[in-house]
């Protein structure tokens, strides 16, 4: 039974345009919840976050809102560069400190 | 400061051999993660140890098992390997443990089972 869901496996956008990417999640006891991005041949190095006292988190072009009710967040990322293509997951935790529940990924293309 | 490094970093084996791979974290970190990532299922948690105990475990069959020494260096070990192990597997390693210390992934050692 996933956790984490990204049902979207990719995702083309225009340079200059938004980048919406969504993730679901099932375990209501989630509180903590981050997004990394991949590059081929490179590990995830992680982007920004946010918990679930929070709604919105933003930094610089990236921005991560959360909707408890609706068990859904998304990563806005405005204006998207070409530099932004990458592989991005979402990912999961209780409390913190338990180990990270990662979503399959979405790809994003950012067409110049 | 060096990041997390992992050795090797391209593997070839056949089926039913074993294999041991190499996670040096973050001088400082304590804590070490395994993720194994595949294209189907994402990335998928194997094990974390803290101060050379495993303190999670995923839910991965016994071939794979891992430990951590005393310098917080960790190996994982797969053995009877099967074609469906082929993956990278991703290290991580945090300075307290749990993800909330900050999760540093290694560029990963990309299994190949043939």
Not at chain 1, 14 to 20: K, V
Request: aromatic share 12%.
């Amino acid at each position: 039974d996933q956790q984490v869901k990204q049902n979207s496996p990719s995702l083309s956008v225009q340079e200059g345009r938004i980048s919406i990417l969504n993730c679901d999640y099932t375990n209501s006891m989630f509180d903590y919840f981050l997004w990394y991005k991949k590059y081929p041949a490179e590990g995830p190095t992680f982007l920004i976050s946010i918990s679930s006292i929070k709604d919105k988190n933003e930094d610089g072009r990236f921005t991560v809102f959360l909707n408890k009710s609706a068990k859904h967040l998304s990563l806005h990322i405005v204006p998207s560069q070409p530099g932004d293509s990458a592989v991005y997951f979402c990912a999961a935790s209780e409390q913190g400190n338990t180990p990270l529940v990662f979503g399959k990924g979405t790809r994003l293309s950012v067409i110049a | 400061k060096a990041g997390v490094t992992q050795t090797p970093r391209y593997l070839i084996k056949t089926r039913g051999q074993q294999v041991t791979l190499s996670c040096s974290p973050i001088s400082g970190h304590r804590s070490v993660s395994w993720y194994q990532q595949t294209p189907g299922q994402g990335l998928q948690f194997l094990f974390e140890y803290f101060s050379e105990t495993q303190r999670n475990k995923g839910n991965f069959p016994g071939r794979f098992s891992g430990r951590q020494f005393s310098n917080s260096r960790s190996e994982m070990n797969v053995s009877t390997l099967e074609l469906g192990d082929s993956a990278l597997y991703l290290c991580a390693s945090s300075s307290g443990q749990g993800f909330n210390y900050g999760y540093t992934f290694g560029s990963g050692t990309r299994l190949t089972v043939v």
